[in-house]
Protein backbone atom coordinates (compact mmCIF):
# COMPACT_ATOMS: atom_id res chain seq x y z
CA UNK A 1 0.00 0.00 0.00
CA UNK A 2 1.23 3.41 -0.86
CA UNK A 3 0.91 6.07 1.51
CA UNK A 4 2.62 7.90 4.51
CA UNK A 5 3.36 6.43 7.83
CA UNK A 6 3.77 8.25 11.22
CA UNK A 7 5.38 7.16 14.23
CA UNK A 8 4.63 6.58 17.35
CA UNK A 9 0.97 7.43 17.32
CA UNK A 10 1.08 8.70 20.98
CA UNK A 11 4.26 9.98 22.61
CA UNK A 12 5.04 10.92 26.07
CA UNK A 13 7.68 13.19 26.72
CA UNK A 14 9.26 14.60 30.09
CA UNK A 15 9.79 18.56 30.23
CA UNK A 16 13.03 19.36 28.85
CA UNK A 17 14.02 16.68 26.83
CA UNK A 18 14.10 16.56 22.92
CA UNK A 19 11.87 13.71 21.28
CA UNK A 20 11.81 13.27 17.52
CA UNK A 21 8.79 11.94 15.33
CA UNK A 22 8.91 9.87 12.21
CA UNK A 23 7.68 9.95 9.23
CA UNK A 24 8.09 7.99 6.11
CA UNK A 25 6.34 7.94 2.58
CA UNK A 26 6.63 5.30 -0.13
CA UNK A 27 4.87 7.51 -2.96
CA UNK A 28 7.77 8.80 -4.17
CA UNK A 29 6.87 12.45 -3.53
CA UNK A 30 9.34 15.29 -3.69
CA UNK A 31 7.78 17.47 -1.14
CA UNK A 32 7.59 16.84 2.83
CA UNK A 33 5.49 18.80 5.21
CA UNK A 34 5.46 19.08 8.85
CA UNK A 35 2.24 20.31 10.45
CA UNK A 36 1.36 21.24 13.77
CA UNK A 37 -2.25 21.04 14.65
CA UNK A 38 -3.71 22.42 17.99
CA UNK A 39 -8.05 22.90 19.04
CA UNK A 40 -9.54 26.04 17.03
CA UNK A 41 -5.92 26.66 15.48
CA UNK A 42 -5.76 24.87 12.25
CA UNK A 43 -2.72 23.85 10.11
CA UNK A 44 0.02 25.11 11.14
CA UNK A 45 3.34 24.53 8.81
CA UNK A 46 6.70 23.57 11.13
CA UNK A 47 8.81 23.09 8.18
CA UNK A 48 9.10 21.69 5.14
CA UNK A 49 11.43 19.91 2.09
CA UNK A 50 11.10 20.27 -1.49
CA UNK A 51 14.21 18.55 -2.54
CA UNK A 52 16.59 15.94 -0.51
CA UNK A 53 18.93 17.65 1.82
CA UNK A 54 17.41 21.23 1.44
CA UNK A 55 14.07 22.64 3.78
CA UNK A 56 12.53 25.51 4.93
CA UNK A 57 11.22 27.22 7.47
CA UNK A 58 7.12 27.55 8.21
CA UNK A 59 5.21 30.29 10.11
CA UNK A 60 6.39 28.16 13.38
CA UNK A 61 9.63 26.37 13.23
CA UNK A 62 11.40 27.55 16.19
CA UNK A 63 11.82 24.91 18.68
CA UNK A 64 11.72 22.55 15.83
CA UNK A 65 14.59 20.56 13.62
CA UNK A 66 14.34 18.64 10.72
CA UNK A 67 17.04 16.34 8.23
CA UNK A 68 16.06 15.18 4.94
CA UNK A 69 19.00 13.08 3.89
CA UNK A 70 16.25 10.86 2.31
CA UNK A 71 13.54 11.39 -0.25
CA UNK A 72 10.77 8.93 1.73
CA UNK A 73 11.75 10.21 5.28
CA UNK A 74 11.76 13.43 7.05
CA UNK A 75 11.65 13.41 10.75
CA UNK A 76 11.01 15.84 13.08
CA UNK A 77 12.65 16.88 16.67
CA UNK A 78 10.96 18.42 19.10
CA UNK A 79 13.50 20.03 21.32
CA UNK A 80 13.55 21.42 24.94
CA UNK A 81 13.19 25.18 23.67
CA UNK A 82 10.04 24.41 22.01
CA UNK A 83 7.53 26.32 24.54
CA UNK A 84 4.28 24.53 24.54
CA UNK A 85 5.31 20.80 22.60
CA UNK A 86 1.73 19.51 23.78
CA UNK A 87 -0.36 18.79 19.69
CA UNK A 88 -1.37 17.05 17.38
CA UNK A 89 1.58 16.40 14.76
CA UNK A 90 1.11 15.82 10.98
CA UNK A 91 3.32 14.70 8.39
CA UNK A 92 2.63 15.22 4.09
CA UNK A 93 3.74 14.85 0.88
CA UNK A 94 2.98 15.65 -2.67
CA UNK A 95 4.41 15.88 -5.86
CA UNK A 96 6.16 19.53 -5.97
CA UNK A 97 5.28 20.43 -9.64
CA UNK A 98 1.73 22.29 -10.96
CA UNK A 99 -1.32 21.12 -8.65
CA UNK A 100 -0.85 17.58 -7.23
CA UNK A 101 -2.96 16.33 -4.36
CA UNK A 102 -1.29 16.52 -0.93
CA UNK A 103 -1.74 13.65 1.06
CA UNK A 104 -1.18 13.31 5.42
CA UNK A 105 -0.36 10.78 7.42
CA UNK A 106 -2.12 9.48 10.40
CA UNK A 107 -0.65 11.67 12.90
CA UNK A 108 1.78 11.37 16.31
CA UNK A 109 -0.11 13.15 19.42
CA UNK A 110 3.02 14.37 21.52
CA UNK A 111 2.39 15.05 25.22
CA UNK A 112 4.61 16.56 27.38
CA UNK A 113 4.15 15.42 31.25
CA UNK B 1 -5.65 40.35 8.08
CA UNK B 2 -4.62 36.47 8.22
CA UNK B 3 -4.57 34.91 4.14
CA UNK B 4 -7.07 32.64 4.87
CA UNK B 5 -10.45 33.10 7.19
CA UNK B 6 -12.72 30.28 8.01
CA UNK B 7 -15.35 30.07 11.09
CA UNK B 8 -14.57 27.57 13.24
CA UNK B 9 -18.13 26.80 14.58
CA UNK B 10 -19.18 24.33 15.60
CA UNK B 11 -21.89 23.73 13.20
CA UNK B 12 -24.57 21.32 14.18
CA UNK B 13 -27.38 20.44 11.89
CA UNK B 14 -30.44 17.67 11.64
CA UNK B 15 -29.46 14.70 9.37
CA UNK B 16 -30.75 15.65 5.53
CA UNK B 17 -30.25 19.25 5.90
CA UNK B 18 -28.09 21.09 3.52
CA UNK B 19 -24.72 22.08 4.61
CA UNK B 20 -23.05 25.30 3.77
CA UNK B 21 -19.44 25.45 4.57
CA UNK B 22 -17.11 29.17 3.75
CA UNK B 23 -14.26 30.17 3.69
CA UNK B 24 -12.85 33.61 2.58
CA UNK B 25 -9.04 35.08 1.53
CA UNK B 26 -7.13 38.21 0.86
CA UNK B 27 -4.31 37.11 -1.98
CA UNK B 28 -5.47 37.02 -5.28
CA UNK B 29 -2.88 34.92 -6.18
CA UNK B 30 -4.04 31.78 -5.19
CA UNK B 31 -5.33 29.62 -8.16
CA UNK B 32 -6.09 26.23 -6.74
CA UNK B 33 -8.60 25.72 -4.00
CA UNK B 34 -9.48 22.65 -1.85
CA UNK B 35 -11.71 21.07 0.76
CA UNK B 36 -10.32 18.71 3.24
CA UNK B 37 -12.52 16.47 6.45
CA UNK B 38 -10.85 15.31 8.79
CA UNK B 39 -12.41 12.85 11.91
CA UNK B 40 -11.06 13.00 15.27
CA UNK B 41 -7.42 12.16 15.66
CA UNK B 42 -7.26 11.21 12.02
CA UNK B 43 -5.47 13.23 8.95
CA UNK B 44 -7.44 15.01 6.93
CA UNK B 45 -7.91 14.06 3.51
CA UNK B 46 -8.90 15.51 0.13
CA UNK B 47 -12.69 16.24 -0.47
CA UNK B 48 -12.91 18.37 -3.45
CA UNK B 49 -10.50 20.42 -5.66
CA UNK B 50 -11.33 23.60 -7.88
CA UNK B 51 -8.97 25.45 -10.12
CA UNK B 52 -9.71 29.23 -10.61
CA UNK B 53 -13.78 29.98 -10.73
CA UNK B 54 -16.53 28.08 -10.77
CA UNK B 55 -18.57 25.07 -9.31
CA UNK B 56 -17.21 21.81 -9.34
CA UNK B 57 -19.86 19.05 -7.84
CA UNK B 58 -18.79 14.80 -6.94
CA UNK B 59 -22.03 13.21 -5.53
CA UNK B 60 -23.72 15.37 -2.96
CA UNK B 61 -20.37 17.36 -2.22
CA UNK B 62 -20.07 21.12 -4.14
CA UNK B 63 -17.45 23.35 -4.08
CA UNK B 64 -17.98 26.67 -5.60
CA UNK B 65 -14.98 29.36 -5.77
CA UNK B 66 -15.70 33.13 -6.44
CA UNK B 67 -12.59 34.55 -7.03
CA UNK B 68 -13.96 38.12 -7.85
CA UNK B 69 -15.32 38.33 -4.47
CA UNK B 70 -12.70 36.11 -2.74
CA UNK B 71 -15.12 33.46 -0.87
CA UNK B 72 -15.37 29.51 -1.30
CA UNK B 73 -17.94 27.83 -0.43
CA UNK B 74 -18.52 23.73 0.29
CA UNK B 75 -22.27 22.10 0.17
CA UNK B 76 -23.02 19.04 1.19
CA UNK B 77 -26.70 18.16 0.62
CA UNK B 78 -28.86 15.25 2.59
CA UNK B 79 -25.93 15.52 5.52
CA UNK B 80 -25.32 12.45 7.17
CA UNK B 81 -23.98 11.62 10.79
CA UNK B 82 -21.22 9.95 9.01
CA UNK B 83 -20.30 13.51 7.66
CA UNK B 84 -19.56 14.89 11.18
CA UNK B 85 -15.90 16.11 10.97
CA UNK B 86 -13.77 18.90 10.66
CA UNK B 87 -13.71 20.57 7.12
CA UNK B 88 -10.49 22.55 6.03
CA UNK B 89 -10.78 24.93 3.05
CA UNK B 90 -6.95 25.26 1.82
CA UNK B 91 -5.49 27.28 -1.00
CA UNK B 92 -2.46 27.52 -3.49
CA UNK B 93 -0.24 30.45 -5.29
CA UNK B 94 1.62 27.70 -7.64
CA UNK B 95 2.74 24.14 -7.33
CA UNK B 96 5.43 24.43 -5.66
CA UNK B 97 4.52 26.66 -2.77
CA UNK B 98 2.89 25.21 0.66
CA UNK B 99 -1.02 25.07 1.21
CA UNK B 100 -2.57 27.73 3.18
CA UNK B 101 -4.98 26.42 5.45
CA UNK B 102 -7.91 28.03 7.17
CA UNK B 103 -8.30 26.90 11.11
CA UNK B 104 -11.32 24.47 9.76
CA UNK B 105 -14.82 24.09 11.10
CA UNK B 106 -16.31 21.31 13.06
CA UNK B 107 -19.51 19.93 11.45
CA UNK B 108 -21.75 18.05 13.56
CA UNK B 109 -24.97 16.29 12.28
CA UNK B 110 -27.47 15.10 14.35
CA UNK B 111 -29.47 11.45 13.45
Known amino acids: DGGITQSPKYLFRKEGQNVTLSCEQNLNHDAMYWYRQDPGQGLRLIYYSQIVNDFQKGDIAEGYSVSREKKESFPLTVTSAQKNPTAFYLC????????????FGPGTRLTVL | QKEVEQDPGPLSVPEGAIVSLNCTYSNSAFQYFMWYRQYSRKGPELLMYTYSSGNKEDGRFTAQVDKSSKYISLFIRDSQPSDSATYLC???????????FGKGTRLSVIA
Open chain 2, 90 to 100: AMIRTGNTPLV
Open chain 1, 92 to 103: ASREDRAYNEQF
